[in-house]
């Protein structure tokens, strides 16, 4: 059996990745305040679990403007939402095969 993801299996980035699979289509993006309102995490910790993420190129992050306030967009990429899922897999197979 492989390893475990990680990156993504720290409790927090486990977290985010759900979220992000859960809650976007691919290409959708969600604003890092909403996403830190449904995660209940600090704009601090938020920041550097997706720093993490993006390194490995799971998420990917977008600094914008909304009017004259700055605003960081952020979606799962193809590569990360592949990375997930193969995680969720080897974790069910670790947990007995129920999926």
Known sequence: MSELD????????????????EALADGDEIAFPALQKLLDMTAGNLTTHLAKLEAAGYVASTKTFAGRRPATLVTITPAGRAAFRAYRVQLLDLLGGTR
Do not use: E
């Open 6 to 21: 990680p990156i993504i299996h720290a409790p927090a980035r486990l977290r985010i990745m759900t979220t992000l699979d």
